[in-house]
């Protein structure tokens, strides 16, 4: 699996989930993670700051090994599209990219190049009116994410907005929360993931568990859909016409609002 993860502004914590997403999914496969952020970080939280990615053609070559099974690199703007793509269908094999806010081109990268995007968001006011913005720029551009909550605490109406606010904000599916933990930051910034408070670990494999189960239900709606463009046809039938397609969306809606029942709405 592919998974970008994108930040409506600095600061919310989107290396950090790259990172320990990274981590948790490498117990059952090898992991590419990819620092395309415009301010890169992983080096830091990663421990490995003080390496020198090998000078190799091949990014699996290039990149640091950090932990087991896990592999990182940092990629600039512009080697994203000649060396990118090519790892991207790679079986038994995940990319995790942390493209920190995201440029145009990344988006536009993002929409030649379907994946799992994920937008890391905070309760904070100033990060939800950016949010917005990003939300409608992926929208605009075809890509379909979801959204995780990073550093949540009881809101404070002055500053915060409590969950209920951010999903009459925010149409996208919710995959978790990362609880706030004020020695989660020392912890990154040591590159020391061994001592995770465990109230996290259990956020991150809960919204590792929803990654995978989503992305089987999108799995499952492609294959419906197909079922229902190409349906066997006794020998010598003709395809019927379409006339109309007002119920063409009605399994996906329901899945939608089952989906979105989680949220609370």
């Known amino acids: 699996m592919n998974i970008s993860i994108l ?9 950090t989930l790259a990172v320990l997403l990274a981590n948790v999914r490498s117990l059952n496969r090898p992991m590419i993670l990819v620092d395309a952020a415009p301010d890169p970080s992983l080096d830091i939280y990663t421990a490995t700051d ?29 080697e994203i599209q000649a060396q990118l793509p090519p790892f991207l269908g790679i079986e038994q094999q995940d990319l995790i990219i942390d493209w920190g ?6 988006i536009h990268f993002l929409a030649g190049n379907p994946m799992e995007v994920i937008v890391v968001l905070t309760q904070d006011n100033q990060v939800l009116r950016s949010a917005d913005r990003l939300l409608g720029r992926l ?4 890509i379909r994410c979801r959204f995780v909550i990073s550093h949540l605490q009881e809101a404070d109406a002055a500053d915060l907005a409590d969950l209920d606010e951010v999903f009459d904000l925010v149409e996208e599916d919710y995959l978790g929360a990362i609880p706030w933990n004020p020695a ?6 040591r590159g020391n993931l061994a ?18 189960e989503q992305a089987a239900d999108s799995d499952e709606d492609v294959d419906t859909t197909i079922e229902e463009e190409n349906p066997e046809l006794p020998e010598g039938t003709a395809a019927p016409v379409e006339t109309e397609q007002a119920g063409s969306g ?16």
């Open 50 to 78: 003080h390496l020198m990615p090998e000078s190799a053609e091949n990014l699996t070559e290039q990149a640091v090994a950090w932990a087991e099974n896990c592999r990182r690199i940092r990629l600039e703007a512009e």
């Open 184 to 189: 989660l930051r020392i912890q990154m910034n």
């Open 101 to 106: 806010v995201p440029t145009e081109d990344a």
């Open 250 to 265: 009605v399994l996906s809606n329901i899945r939608r609002f089952f989906k979105n029942f989680g949220k609370g709405r």
């Open 195 to 212: 001592e995770l408070d465990q109230s996290v670990q259990t956020s991150l494999e809960q919204i590792n568990e929803r990654i995978e």
């Open 139 to 142: 929208r605009q551009a075809g």
């Open 7 to 15: 930040a409506p502004k600095g600061g919310v914590g989107s290396s």
